[in-house]
């Protein structure tokens, strides 16, 4: 079973601060990966996608991608409370029509 | 721009009824089609998905089934309700190709009681 992996959290920062997503991959096969931003009782919402090794910037919002350690990330800079969502981190699988979720991880931004 | 609908909201049903979920996809041709649920505090789980009309690949044995009877429509359905069948119903589409990122619907909050 190919599986996505997530510290379920919560993590709690202080407004301004630097949030830190974490997210393992069990696919070498994966070729894309994404992290989606979901409030609560609402659908998921995509907020980055990454393809190649390194880092993408978008905004306030940085993915970073380590294929040979199989390990992507989203920092989050200047964080503010209307950040405060689950982040769930997700691997398109190796034969490109599924998309694989992890659990996803809380992340609280206190004013 | 592309748009993806799915009704209803939220669904209360009886153990033992049976169930439809409608999802329409708007401005986009041959979209990807996916249904997922999501268990309280749970992640993702993959249901069913969709490459064309007619083609159903099954993730999960389970109860329920999916239906592609339009390009831009997707139905989830069940014969029988169970209590373990009650969670939070998202559909979704991707454009076609290979590792393409999925947009989600509104979702429907379905209870069995």
């Known amino acids: 079973q190919k599986e996505v992996e997530q510290n379920s959290g919560p993590l709690s920062v202080p407004e301004g601060a630097i949030a830190s997503l974490n997210c393992t991959y069990s696919d070498r096969g994966s070729q894309s990966f994404f992290w989606y931003r979901q409030y609560s009782g609402k659908s998921p919402e995509l907020i980055m996608s990454i393809y190649s090794n390194g880092d993408k910037e978008d905004g306030r919002f940085t993915a970073q991608l380590n294929k040979a350690s199989q390990y992507v990330s989203l920092l989050i800079r200047d964080s503010q409370p209307s950040d405060s969502a689950t982040y769930l981190c997700?691997?398109?699988?190796?034969?490109?029509?599924?998309?694989?979720f992890g659990a996803g991880t809380r992340l609280f931004v206190k004013a | 721009s592309q748009t993806i609908h799915q009704w209803p909201a939220t669904l209360v049903q009886p153990v033992g009824s049976p169930l439809s979920l409608e999802c329409t996809v708007e401005g986009t041709s041959n979209p990807n089609l996916y249904w997922y649920r999501q268990a309280a505090g749970r992640g993702l789980q993959l249901l069913f998905y969709?490459?064309?009309?007619?083609?159903i690949s099954s993730e999960v044995p389970q109860n329920l089934s999916a239906s592609r009877p339009q390009d831009r429509q997707f139905i989830l359905s069940s014969k029988k309700l169970l209590l373990s069948d009650s969670g939070f119903y998202l559909c979704a589409w991707s454009w076609k190709g290979r590792g393409t990122e999925a947009f989600f619907g509104q979702g429907t909050r379905l209870t069995v009681v």
């Open positions: 997700a691997g398109g699988n190796t034969g490109g029509f599924k998309t694989i």
């Open positions: 969709s490459v064309g009309i007619g083609q």
